[in-house]
C-alpha cells in the first residue's frame, strides 16, 4: 500500500482488492460512463464520511490493486482506516462497496417501440445473415458480465498501410443485455442453419412468416420463435426461423390488401416482448423487400435513427452497384408512401487490405459516403465461417476474436 507516483494533480495509490469486488466495479463504473478512479474515489469519501466503519468485507484472496486518487485523499483514508482500526485493504474493500451499493445499475427506459433493425442489400454473399447474428448476439449479451469490444470511429486508419499496430482499440465493457429477435426473412434460410436451427418445413397445415404476412396462417407466431440456448445470452436472443415459402412469398404479396404492412402486421404480437427486432433480409429488391423497409419506417414519437435499414457492402464494384439500386427503392418507398426511412448506416464487410487497391480505394470510397455513413469494418477472417460450420453463435465460438469484438462495437454504434 503506497502513493508511489503522481499523474496530474492526482497520486498513483497501490494497495488490494478481492476480485469479486474488481470485477463489479469495472462493470458498474462502465454501466454508470465513470472512469473506475472516479468511482473508487466518491466510494472512498462516502466511506470516510461514515460515522462508523460498516460490516466487514470478505477479502481473502485480495490481489494487487493501483488507481489514481486526488492528492491528499489517500493520506486522509489512511488516518481513518487506523481510526477505525481495520487494515487499508479492508478500508478499501468497504469502500468499494459501499459504492457499489448506492450506486446500483441505471435503469434502462422501456421503449414505445422496439428497434427495427432491417439489415439488406439486394446483392447476395456480402454477409448480411452474418452481421444479423453477430449484431443479434451483441445485443443480448449479459449486462452484468464484461466483453471484448473493438472500439474506433477511425476507419480511414485501416487505409494507412503505414499505421503502427492496431488502429482499433479493444475494451473490456458490459453487454446491452437486450431482448432481442432475429428474423429469418430470407427463403434461402441462412440465418436459421448458422444458427442450428430447424426450418419451418414448407407444408400446407404449418404455419410460417409467409402465411402470416399473407393471412393464411390458423395459429399464433409467437409459436414459431424458438429459444438460442447458450448461457451468454441467458434466454435474450430468440429466432424465427426461416422457410423455404419465402421464394412464393411476393406473388403472394400480389394479392394482400396494403402489402408494405404486412410483415408488420405479422409481427405486432411479438413486438411486446423485446427491445430489438433484427431482419434478416432477402436479397431481393421485389415486395418483400418493401415490407422489411415499410417495417423499419420511424414510427409516431419514436427518436431519428432507432430503426431503419442497414446496408451491408463489400469493399468491391458489385456492391456499390447494388447499393444504388437499394438506395433509389427506399427512396421510392419513402416518396410514395410518404414516411420517415433513417438510414442507419452501412457495414463493409469481409475487409481484407491484402486483396490491394480494389479493396482499399473501395473501402475508401465507401468511407466518404457521409449519409449514411459506415459504422462498422468487418475483417474477413475465418472464426465466422467456422462458427457457420460448427453451427454456433460467432460470439459463442470465437467471444475475444476480432471479428466478435467488432460485432459488439457495431452493436453499440446502433445504441
Not at 178 to 200: A, C, M, N, S, Y
Request: hydrophobic residues 40%.
Amino acid at each position: 500500500m503506497s502513493s508511489p507516483a503522481t499523474s496530474g494533480d492526482r497520486e498513483k495509490v497501490v494497495s488490494k482488492l478481492p476480485g469479486r469486488l474488481r470485477q463489479n466495479l469495472k462493470i458498474r463504473a462502465a454501466q454508470h460512463g465513470l472512469d473506475i478512479q472516479t468511482a473508487v474515489e466518491q466510494g472512498i469519501d462516502a466511506w470516510l464520511a461514515l460515522a462508523a466503519a460498516p460490516a466487514l468485507v470478505d477479502t481473502v484472496g485480495a490481489d494487487s490493486f493501483s488507481t489514481f486518487l486526488p492528492a491528499g485523499q489517500w493520506d486522509r483514508f489512511r488516518q481513518k482506516a487506523t481510526d477505525r482500526k481495520v487494515s487499508m485493504i479492508q478500508g478499501l474493500a468497504q469502500s468499494v462497496q459501499l459504492w457499489l451499493e448506492t450506486s446500483p445499475a441505471p435503469a434502462v427506459p422501456q421503449a414505445k417501440y422496439p428497434r427495427r433493425r432491417i439489415v439488406c442489400n439486394q446483392k447476395g454473399g456480402v454477409g448480411k445473415t452474418a452481421v444479423t447474428a453477430g449484431m443479434g448476439e451483441a445485443m443480448a449479451e449479459d449486462a452484468e458480465a464484461l466483453h471484448s469490444v473493438r472500439i474506433s470511429r477511425h476507419f480511414a486508419a485501416l487505409l494507412d498501410s503505414d499505421t503502427q499496430g492496431d488502429p482499433l482499440e479493444v475494451e473490456d465493457l458490459p453487454g446491452l443485455g437486450r431482448r432481442t429477435l432475429l428474423v429469418d426473412f430470407d427463403p434461402q434460410r441462412h440465418l436459421t442453419k448458422q444458427l442450428g436451427q430447424e426450418e419451418i418445413p414448407m407444408d400446407s397445415s404449418v404455419d410460417s412468416l409467409s402465411k402470416h404476412m399473407t393471412g393464411e396462417a390458423k395459429g399464433d407466431i409467437r409459436d414459431l420463435v424458438v429459444p438460442i440456448q447458450d448461457d451468454r445470452y441467458d434466454g435474450r436472443l430468440d429466432l424465427l426461423p426461416g422457410c423455404q415459402d419465402g421464394f412464393l412469398l411476393d406473388v403472394a404479396l400480389s394479392k394482400v390488401r396494403f402489402r408494405e404492412a404486412a410483415l408488420e402486421r405479422a409481427l405486432a404480437p411479438l413486438e411486446a416482448s423485446y427491445d430489438e427486432i433484427i431482419i434478416d433480409c432477402p436479397p431481393s429488391l421485389g415486395l418483400s423487400m418493401d415490407t422489411a423497409i415499410y417495417y423499419g419506417r420511424r414510427r409516431e414519437e419514436e427518436p431519428p435513427g432507432s430503426s431503419g435499414p442497414l446496408i451491408v457492402v463489400q469493399a468491391e464494384d458489385s456492391s456499390a452497384d447494388a447499393y444504388d439500386l437499394l438506395v433509389n427503392q427506399i427512396e421510392d418507398l419513402r416518396n410514395d408512401m410518404t414516411v420517415e426511412i433513417d438510414y442507419l448506416g452501412i457495414v463493409v464487410n469481409l475487409y481484407d487490405p491484402r486483396r490491394g487497391y480494389i479493396a482499399t480505394s473501395s473501402l475508401e470510397a465507401w468511407i466518404e459516403i457521409k449519409d449514411p455513413k459506415v459504422v462498422a469494418v468487418i475483417g474477413d477472417l475465418t472464426d465466422q465461417r467456422k462458427a457457420v460450420r460448427l453451427k454456433q453463435p460467432l460470439l459463442s465460438f470465437a467471444p475475444r476474436g476480432e471479428q466478435s469484438t467488432t460485432m459488439r462495437a457495431l452493436a453499440r454504434e446502433l445504441s
